[in-house]
């Protein structure tokens, strides 16, 4: 159990860059998926390492909340374990590592496989908020290319790829649009969890903190994945079910087993499988 | 003399922030104000709870005329920056009988960036159920809603402010305890 | 059987550990004292200051300390605690024409008034190891025993602004307020004073290497060493409720004055132009470096062309910072495999159609 330390405000940021971070979430969440820049404060964790993402839950947590967070869908990576021990130390609220017990779950690169409910908020760890930029690098052009939104320059893009390979040949942090209007970066979640942003109950909070950058999905908001007529959308799938529970339905890790190249596929999502496997003793 | 403000500034603006946040992702749908300041002359407790969570000495408050103690109870709590006029504002609050500017003469952001506009901060009289039918994000379908004690055309100069879109203006609705948020996505209709 | 690997808790304790033990080093030596690094590696101390934005030589000596000298991590630490300090006031503007200088020195006069002055500098030692060093306590006498200084000393660029022959630097109209990088994000096009106090906090190597490309065609600004000093500044602030200014105390500042190529035009005529650094401490090849960056970066406001990336502020400033740099270089170490998923079932399937293909090729020919 990590003890509170006193000696840092609650939270660790103090009021005034909580108020800061909270009336730009506001602002985001009225205009979704359009990235609000903010005052990125330097954090005791790196940059890169979800400084924006822990920005938004400190200006966010309070005493009732209970915390989950999670680094490639597991509680237990150990990002997800230094930052969960940063907010029992800064904060002292109850963490767990249940997705239907959290009130806040602090996520990177995965949508937890349980549903989410009304109520629930998850903050995204976001590294690049600017879907457009490996396209265009200068900011200054992007806020144009969204100001008129002109994303000409994505279909163009991924209809490259469908021409060159028969595939649109980007399997994580797949391009939406949120609203009808912003053309989004939903994080590098696999395209597998994309369907899992349309009209959500939960409200999606994402922080960019080298970036500078907030956005916000509210809940039950219309988010489409780019296609086209006749390559639409599709998630990854695999021949396989979970070597530990069975799964069919759940995002896979690969793992290699021996050095004669076995392998064995089981749920990204530590937490499903667990409780996959509990009711399955509970049945047997 | 001043009056008091929050009795645990971090939690309580912590939470009062939870219930602005809650709604203006659920618009039109109630939320609670759980930490309530004693009021302040002139305004409303929920008023005063919301200013005490959002205004620094970063961001312009458009305040009607209001008593001295009043203003001066906010200057000490928050460090409030004044705006002169109601189109230079960051927030607005606009108490019970004050009359509605114009929506489409505050700040509405740039097209690069919306962010930079006005939050309007409204006090009514009470909630009731049968003016607006109002949809969009947040609401999973539709959502019946109404305010008593809003000017007379504000649901008409809500659907402009709507078609600007994402340019226009965010609204907290303010009876007492309870709030309601209308960001600039509800889509707004009448009867 | 795979087991999911779990005990991160135990694995990151344990790395603690480690990092302290090796920090430490042989334990059968004395420990650094923060006195010894704050005296004796001083410029060290200037650097984490500077591009840690806090003055304060006792923390930047813990840092460093704590760092093991790494400077970018020292840096990062003070930057990390510098968040938590309340802004109790903000100082006058500094005066460095005020400075009690140490050291100045032109290179576009032979003299200059007040004459140059050498100071503390490593320029004219030959950079042959000193092995009187390696033994503690032979060091020679050092008493510090000269002149006093004259005091204060002109600044030789403003000879130059009477005549007209360089820029004048005046206060743009309403004096606004600068913007401060370390409470409201980097906008662009950024003004000059947000493009400065980036290059203050930037990394001396990333700063110094578009110095240099900047000499070398990358760029054009022909920049001469108008003035560099070196000294103590004294720092005062004036509280709205005193009404008065208080001397809050002195710091070590090297500023880097640069006459660069002149501009003109049919109405104007010509005239040098500037570029300015400033640092921390004893830092005149970090103050050097940011005034000639400063310069390429005035490119446009000048009218001239912007070929080169050192005259591109998007991508001078927003890779400047080694905080950011460092923290996203190094955060490909964190697990990626959910993502590394995604892209191998996708280049399996690309690999399996185009496999396919091939197959009804040979079978059709």
């Not at chain 1, 790196?46 to 009732?64: D, F, M, N, R, V």
């Not at chain 2, 809003?150 to 340019?167: K, M, S, T």
């Not at chain 3, 030589?57 to 605690?81: H, M, P, S, T, Y």
Request: net charge negative.
């Amino acid at each position: 159990m990590t003890e509170r330390q006193w000696q840092y405000n609650f939270g660790f940021l103090d009021e005034n860059t909580k108020r800061m971070l909270r009336r730009g979430l506001l602002k985001a969440v009225a205009i979704p998926g359009y990235q609000v820049p903010f005052g990125s404060r330097e954090m005791p964790l790196p940059y890169g390492w979800g400084t924006g993402g822990i920005q938004l839950t400190a200006s966010i947590i309070g005493k009732s909340d209970v915390l989950k967070v999670i680094d490639q869908g597991a509680d237990d990576t150990t990002n997800a374990v230094n930052i969960r021990r940063f907010f029992a130390r800064v904060t002292g609220v109850a963490t767990t590592t249940r997705t239907a017990d959290a009130t806040l779950i602090q996520t990177r690169h995965r949508i937890p496989e349980t549903a989410l409910c009304e109520g629930q908020i998850m903050v995204f760890q976001v590294p690049e908020p600017e879907p457009l930029r490996t396209l265009e690098a200068s900011e200054v052009e992007t806020r144009k290319l969204h100001a008129h939104q002109e994303y000409g320059l994505m279909h163009v893009k991924l209809y490259e790829d469908i021409a060159r390979f028969g595939h649109v040949a980007t399997s994580y942090d797949y391009p939406v649009l949120v609203n009808g209007r912003y053309l989004a970066s939903p994080s590098p979640i696999p395209k597998f969890d994309n369907p899992k942003l349309d009209r959500s109950p939960a409200l999606m909070l994402f922080g960019a903190g080298r970036e500078k950058r907030l956005y916000a999905i509210p809940p039950y908001t219309a988010v489409e994945s780019l296609a086209f007529e006749d390559h639409p959308f599709a998630v990854q799938r695999w021949p396989h079910v979970c070597a530990l529970c069975g799964s069919g339905d759940s995002y896979l890790d690969e793992i290699i087993t021996d050095d004669a190249g076995h392998r064995l596929f089981v749920c990204s999502d530590s937490d499903y499988c667990q409780a996959q496997r509990t009711l399955q003793e509970g049945m047997a | 003399m001043l009056h008091p403000a929050f009795k645990h500034p971090v939690d309580d603006a912590q939470q009062t922030f939870r219930s602005l946040l809650d709604a203006l992702a659920q618009p039109l749908r109630l939320s609670a104000l759980p930490c309530l300041p004693p009021a302040l002359p002139g305004l409303s407790r929920g008023s005063a709870a919301l200013l005490y969570t959002l205004i620094d000495r970063d961001v312009s408050l458009w305040l009607p005329s209001l008593p001295d103690d009043t203003l001066a109870s906010l200057r000490f709590h928050t460090g409030m920056n004044l705006a002169a006029n109601p189109a230079e504002a960051d927030f607005l609050l606009l108490t019970a009988g004050t009359p509605l500017p114009p929506l489409s003469t505050l700040k509405a952001g740039s097209d690069a960036y919306p962010d930079r506009s006005a939050t309007l901060l409204i006090e009514i009289e009470a909630f009731n159920q049968d003016q607006v039918i109002g949809s969009g994000p947040g609401i999973p379908h539709t959502r019946r809603f109404g305010a008593d004690g809003l000017p007379g055309d504000f649901w008409h100069q809500w659907q402009a402010n709507h078609a600007r879109f994402p340019l226009g203006v965010d609204a907290i609705l303010i009876a007492d305890d309870r709030i309601a948020g209308l960001p600039r996505t509800t889509r707004i209709q009448e009867g | 059987m795979y087991v999911a690997v779990k005990g991160g808790e135990q694995a990151i304790a344990r790395s603690w550990d480690l990092l302290a033990a090796s920090r430490r080093g042989d334990p059968r030596l004395l420990e650094l004292e923060l006195a010894q690094i704050r005296e004796q590696m001083r410029l060290a101390v200037a650097r984490v200051m500077l591009e840690g934005s806090l003055y304060d030589e006792n923390l930047a000596a813990l840092a460093l300390k704590q760092a093991a000298g790494d400077a970018v991590e020292a840096i990062f630490l003070l930057r990390a605690f510098r968040t938590t300090l309340p802004r109790l006031a903000t100082s006058l503007p500094l005066d460095t024409g005020a400075m009690r200088v140490r050291r100045r020195i032109s290179g576009t006069f032979k003299d200059v008034p007040g004459g140059q002055i050498l100071g503390p500098t490593a320029d004219y030692t030959q950079r042959l190891l000193d092995f009187s060093l390696a033994q503690s306590g032979a060091e020679a006498d050092c008493a510090e025993d000269h002149d006093p200084l004259p005091h204060p000393l002109p600044n030789v660029l403003d000879t130059l602004a009477r005549e007209g022959l360089i820029e004048a630097e005046t206060i743009p109209v309403g004096d606004p307020e600068p913007p401060d990088l370390t409470r409201s994000p980097l906008m662009f096009p950024a003004s000059r004073p947000a493009r400065l106090q980036n290059l203050a906090r930037a990394d001396e190597g990333w700063l110094l290497g578009l110095a240099y490309a900047t000499q070398r065609g990358y760029a054009e600004s022909h920049p001469f060493a108008g003035e560099i000093r070196m000294g103590e500044v004294g720092v005062s602030v004036c509280p709205p409720e005193l009404g008065f200014e208080i001397d809050i105390g002195a710091i070590t500042l090297t500023e880097c004055q640069m006459i660069n190529q002149f501009a003109g035009s049919k109405t104007a005529p010509p005239q040098f132009t500037r570029g300015y650094g400033l640092s921390f401490g004893e830092a005149e090849r970090k103050a050097m470096a940011m005034a000639l960056v400063d310069r390429s970066l005035r490119a446009e406001e000048l009218g001239e062309d912007q070929l080169a990336p050192t005259q591109q502020q998007e991508f001078v400033l927003y890779h400047s910072d080694n905080v950011e740099a460092s923290g996203f270089v190094q955060h490909l170490k964190l697990p990626h495999y959910v993502d590394f998923q995604a892209e191998l079932a996708l280049i399996r399937t690309l690999r399996q159609q185009a496999a396919d293909l091939s197959q009804q090729e040979t079978r059709h020919d």
